[in-house]
């Protein structure tokens, strides 16, 4: 019967991550079968607590976000949540021995949006790498299954790729995040008098990350190469077109992908796996 109870864990994490990202759900299913699962996990779990500090605004979020917490470190130690998002994860932490320490980190950014407001370049890169690159480093451990010579080996472009998929997200979500949240991650950013320049120079900082993420991508194992490269496609499909915007529309507009541009891209991506040329 705990067969059951994991698989309605499962189902609720791979629920989550489609009912919040038809981009990632959609890229999740492009990996190899083994790795799927795993995947969901991490994200419902990252989805829940990042749920906490910005949309749970009616509620004590501080306490909130300590019980997350909390109830987290008890589920890895003792194997079992009843908490299904907590449980899923809670397996998949212990059977691919993520290093607790990105768990501590991600919390630790997650707090950052209770407190914080603005940031300077330190913090921009704390909030960064505990937001963003845990998240893509914990799914590293899952892509290499086991192996630590791959996983130190791609580690720097698992975290470019969650870096530049974050800062993406930054300029994405601007709209709300400033006028709702009263958050600016870019140091030194003033979005009130967003000019050209400031645009330019975070744009030229995420085109490195991307430049350095595509390079582990291309050396992942097989069975998570496709699935990465394609997630990589789209942020980079979605990273281009705020390029090509003016710097106040950041500020009166979310950018997405449509669902024909992502077909594209997916349609593009299989050609040139098929060649072997990712």
């Known amino acids: 019967m705990m067969n059951i109870f994991h698989e309605v864990s499962h189902m609720c994490s791979k629920a989550t991550t489609e009912k919040y990202s038809t981009s990632f759900s959609s890229a999740i299913r492009l990996l190899h079968k083994d790795l799927r699962t795993p995947v969901y996990n991490i994200y419902g779990f990252v989805r829940f607590a990042d749920e906490i500090v910005d949309t749970f605004h009616a509620y004590d979020k501080v306490t909130l976000l300590e019980e997350f917490k909390k109830e987290t470190y008890i589920s890895i130690e003792r194997g079992i949540s009843l908490n299904p998002i907590l449980n899923s994860f809670q397996q998949t932490v212990n059977e691919f021995n993520i290093d607790l320490h990105l768990v501590d980190a991600f919390f630790h950014s997650m707090e950052m949006d209770l407190t914080a ?72 950013v003033d979005f009130n008098n967003f000019t050209s320049c400031s645009k330019k120079k975070i744009e030229e900082d995420i085109a490195l990350d991307f430049i350095h993420a595509y390079k582990g991508i291309a050396q992942l194992p097989v069975k998570a190469r496709f699935g990465v490269y394609v997630a990589y496609k789209y942020y980079l499909s979605l990273f281009n077109k705020i390029k090509k915007a003016q710097p106040k529309s950041i500020l009166h507009q979310r950018f997405r992908i449509p669902n024909y541009g992502k077909v594209y891209i997916l349609a593009k991506a299989s050609v040139r796996a098929q060649l072997n040329i990712l």
């Open 117 to 188: 407001s603005d940031y300077d370049c330190d913090t921009y890169k704390e909030y960064i790498y505990g937001s963003a690159e845990v998240v893509g480093l914990m799914c590293l451990y899952v892509f290499c299954e086991g192996s630590q010579e791959i996983y130190d080996h791609l580690k720097p472009s698992a975290q470019a790729l969650g870096a530049a998929f974050q800062k993406v997200n930054f300029l994405r979500d601007a709209k709300a995040d400033y006028q709702q949240l009263s958050r600016t991650y870019f140091p030194g």
